[in-house]
């Protein structure tokens, strides 16, 4: 009988051990082409790319994990290589290390990796053909669940950590190429000298109101309006800014806007020039400034008189010691309208009524900040001694007794420097100010809007200023009218309230008068240079800590399990039997062409046949066909019989 395709191919094949194949490899090395490298070079060339491959991210990961330590960054947070470069330099460096550099050393890697791992994982292995078919299509890491499960499902170690190889791979592809980054910074540098316009401008400064006009004419036909030019818009300005400053003190005190030794500080500088610096400058210095502080005292009156005219009351408070008189040493508070004090304030039958007096009229450097109220002798304490109050007699037009206290205050002055500093859009904000030991005393700009405002404040009985400074300062009498009040009036935001309504008032005219007026027609003589610091947007190189670990272990990962199956394989790691799709389809068609599993499997659909690939299981051998070894990817069967 004549023998069948199958018998007689078996019967040509034979298998030989490991010694056997070795020798006749060495008989027949006329074979191979002398000008390629023999076996053993290739295995001299490979073994030490495998090694370096790593040895070199377990340096860097020992030197990164050393450098993390000593520092201790946040490792989910970009951390700083360094670096001083434009945005397109930062571009191009971040290009060239996530997509140059890291994908070709994972291509490298790669190439070395998996061509060497699948040759590995075929020696003497009897796996499923849709294991081997997903391993011969690998060339690079991933995530391919597919793919993972198709390697796990032979049922092997060398193929699990093939798998596992995919897997690792993957990972330091992906974070190898994210892990370079740029971050933008703000580069300093000396600015050219910075032009600011003075606030109190030699013009504006000779119009200090030092005239004594009638205080019911100052907005209409004042002195300083009429000489000042001002627009009817400027005017406006004036006016709404002034109104609002006090309204805003009626509801909130002012001690939040003071320094932290409660004084006020303004620069010698108007806002627009500020608000015109070129953006990338952040940082002026030594900006000519001044510091406003009140030193006051408590002082018992020996009488006030009140007395109407013009359209504006006007009273007179007499100081201990005084005449009496009209004269320099009184204090005069001046209401728009009548200063009715026998009204009440809304709550109750109790009337009280802050008030303001200056002395003399036209300088107004000192003030005395007083309380009339209802008749009540108890003294006060406060932060500038016990305050003792006084019962006057008003004559007229009230002809009533009413209790009189307050404190007389000075507005201080000391020149001095500030420093500015902005982030970039933003406004300015001091950082830093120096000013002089010695003191002057300062005029307020209060004085001159007594009535010319025609203010009232909202929720009160009376007309005035007084009323609005000392609002958020407290009262007198609880709100059902009965003494003493659980919450007294606090002088010390009485005091300050006034302090800085004052610098307030005096900033809002000069700002207004210096959009029109200047000293000369010469730009020197009303503005000056000033020192500053420019930013310029710089970017350094950063990296993140995590993403370079996660890439340098799943290295080192993927070079160790090269390493294990290399050794594991042995010399046919160095075979020139390439194992890859190709060659994958070209040992199918001719060591499993006479597989009866393979020709049943002709008949079965797209599912079917997935299902076979998986649990048919094949293996590549090394055979004899005529006087040469040859690779031979067998069936299950034909390795039986081949007893491997």
Not at 1 to 13: I, N
Not at 49 to 76: C, M, Q, T, Y
Not at 84 to 99: E, G, M, N, P, R
Not at 169 to 175: H, P, Q, V, Y
Request: charged share 15%; hydrophobic share 40%.
């Amino acid at each position: 009988m004549e023998a069948s395709p199958a018998a007689s191919h078996h019967s040509s094949t034979s298998t030989v051990n490991a010694t056997d194949e070795a020798t006749f490899m060495l008989d027949k090395s006329p074979r191979i082409n002398a000008s390629k490298p023999t076996k053993y070079q290739l295995q001299f060339m490979t073994k030490p790319l495998i090694f370096a491959s790593a040895a070199a991210p377990l340096a860097i990961l020992v030197w990164s994990v050393v450098d993390l330590i000593h520092r201790k960054p946040n490792v989910f947070q970009a951390s700083v290589i360094g670096g001083h470069l434009t945005i397109t330099q930062a571009k191009a460096v971040d290009f060239a290390c996530s997509a140059i550099l890291a994908p070709l050393a994972m291509v490298s890697l790669n190439y070395l990796w998996f061509r060497i791992s699948r040759k590995s994982i075929i020696k003497l292995q009897k796996v499923p053909l849709a294991s081997l078919l997903a391993a011969s299509n690998i060339e690079s890491g991933g995530y391919s669940p597919s793919t993972l499960l198709a390697l796990y499902r032979s049922k092997t170690w060398s193929f699990c950590l093939f798998g596992f190889l995919f897997l690792f791979s993957g990972i330091a592809n992906t974070t190898l190429s994210q892990f370079i980054a740029y971050e933008e910074f703000q580069h300093q540098f000396p600015a050219a000298p910075t032009q600011l316009k003075q606030l109190n401008d030699e013009y504006i400064h000779s119009l200090q109101f030092s005239v004594d006009v009638s205080p019911a004419n100052i907005l209409s036909n004042g002195e300083f309006l009429s000489r000042s030019n001002f627009t009817p818009s400027q005017t406006s300005n004036l006016v709404r800014n002034l109104t609002g400053l006090l309204t805003d003190l009626l509801f909130e005190n002012a001690m939040p806007n003071l320094d932290a030794g409660n004084g006020y500080i303004g620069s010698n500088a108007t806002q627009q020039s500020l608000n015109a610096v070129d953006q990338s400058i952040t940082i002026l210095k030594h900006i000519p400034a001044y510091r406003l502080t009140v030193d006051c005292q408590p002082l018992q009156p020996s009488g006030c008189q009140l007395s109407e005219t013009d359209g504006y009351s006007k009273l007179q408070v007499f100081p201990s010691g005084g005449n009496g008189t009209d004269s320099g040493l009184n204090y005069t508070a001046y209401t728009p309208g009548s200063m009715n004090l026998d009204l009440a304030d809304g709550n109750n039958d109790a009337s009280e009524f802050p008030y303001i007096a200056f002395t003399p009229v036209g300088v107004y450097t000192q003030a005395y900040l007083g309380w009339l109220y209802t008749p009540n002798m108890s003294s006060m304490p406060s932060a500038f001694g016990s305050i003792q109050p006084e019962i006057n007699i008003i004559p007229e037009p009230n002809g009533s007794n009413f209790t009189n206290a307050g404190i007389s205050c000075t507005i201080m002055r000391q020149e001095g420097y500030v420093d500015y500093n902005r982030t970039m859009g933003q406004q300015w904000e001091r950082i830093n100010s120096s000013f002089s030991d010695t003191q002057t005393a300062s005029q307020s700009f209060l004085g001159y809007w007594q009535t010319a405002l025609d203010y009232q404040a909202p929720s009160t009985a009376v007309t005035g200023i007084g009323p609005a400074i000392a609002g958020s300062a407290g009262r007198m009498y609880s709100k059902d009218g009965s003494l003493p009040n659980p919450n007294p009036v606090n002088w010390t935001i009485y005091a300050h309230n006034y302090l800085y309504a004052s610098g307030e008032a005096q900033r809002i005219t000069y700002e207004i008068a210096s959009e029109s007026m200047t000293s000369s027609d010469t730009p020197t003589d009303y503005v000056y240079n000033v020192t500053g610091v420019a930013n310029i947007p710089r970017y350094h190189i950063t990296y993140i800590p995590i993403l370079l670990l996660l890439g340098l272990v799943s290295l080192l990962v993927g070079a160790t399990i090269t390493c294990v199956l290399t050794f594991y394989a042995g010399d046919i790691t160095h075979d020139s039997h390439d194992f890859n799709q190709l060659q994958l389809l070209v040992d199918g068609v001719v060591g499993l062409q006479h597989s009866d599993s393979l020709t049943a499997a002709e008949a079965m659909e797209s599912k079917g046949l997935v299902h076979w690939a998986k649990k048919f299981r094949v293996g590549y051998s090394k055979v004899v066909e005529g006087d040469e070894f040859v690779t031979r990817l067998l069936p299950e069967e034909g390795l039986a019989e081949a007893k491997i």
